[in-house]
């Protein structure tokens, strides 16, 4: 158990569609990253966030957008749907945005685009 | 460019035989290296990291694995197999602050 949940755990939309996606950190961790995994490859850095502003950002477009309220939680809202957007998205919380933080994964929330 | 490989998509071992996963990377200077494991319907759990100092780094389940900077690998390891064993494995790596690159994966199924 990490601490970090994610809602909802499976999603189905279809092509054009806008989606959101939530995650509650664990308590005190200031840093979230969100990750997509499609099926058969590892996990995809999206972005991340610390302290409400983005300071990081993988090779994702536009449509792919996030927020961090001041409570840690987050969320991540992908517009005009594609189906190559199937996959599993992962949120990570930790305590900074160091690279010798650890990060704790959600199980993560399984969108189908159709 | 920096990248991961991970060697082998499937490994399939004998329970109680030595498990053998391989993560190579392209980096000009050491990043900071990691394991995880997934099992179905989950995320992804830390098994071991190294960021700086003694190169053979143990983890959780019996699991180690070992920084060789000559050779850019990370490889892990496990003694024994046991039939819990069996998720898929993942290297990652950190070449900046701010992200992971993972490798493709590897799963492992454990034989009776």
């Known amino acids: 158990e990490t601490g970090v949940t994610q809602s909802p755990t499976h999603l189905i939309k279809t092509r054009g569609q806008q989606v959101t996606l939530r995650c509650s950190s664990q308590?005190?961790?200031?840093?979230v990253s969100w990750y997509q995994q499609a099926l058969g490859q590892g996990p995809q850095f999206i972005f991340q966030?610390?302290?409400?502003?983005?300071?990081g950002r993988g090779n994702f477009p536009p449509r792919f957008s996030g927020l961090q309220f001041p409570n840690y939680s987050s969320e991540l809202n992908v517009n005009a749907l594609e189906l190559d957007d199937s996959a599993l998205y992962l949120c990570?919380?930790?305590?900074?945005?160091?690279?010798?933080?650890?990060?704790?994964f959600g199980s993560g929330t399984q969108l189908s685009v159709l | 460019a920096q990248s991961v490989t991970q060697l082998g998509s499937h490994v399939s071992v004998s329970e109680g035989a030595l498990v053998l996963l391989r993560c190579n990377y392209s980096?000009?200077?050491?990043?900071?290296l990691f394991w995880y494991v997934q099992y179905p319907n989950q995320g992804l759990q830390l098994l071991l990291k190294?960021?700086?100092?003694?190169?053979l780094v143990k983890g959780i389940n019996g699991f180690e694995a070992e920084f060789k900077k000559s050779e850019t690998s990370f490889h892990l390891t496990k003694p024994s197999a046991h039939m819990s064993d069996a998720a898929e494995y993942f290297c990652?790596?950190?070449?900046?602050?701010?992200?992971?690159?993972f490798g493709a994966g590897t799963t492992v199924t454990v034989r009776a």
């Open positions: 308590s005190g961790h200031n840093t």
């Open positions: 190294y960021t700086t100092g003694a190169t």
């Open positions: 966030y610390y302290r409400e502003e983005e300071n």
């Open positions: 990570a919380s930790s305590l900074g945005s160091g690279p010798n933080e650890k990060l704790f």
């Open positions: 990652a790596v950190r070449f900046n602050d701010y992200k992971l690159s």
């Open positions: 980096s000009s200077v050491p990043p900071y």
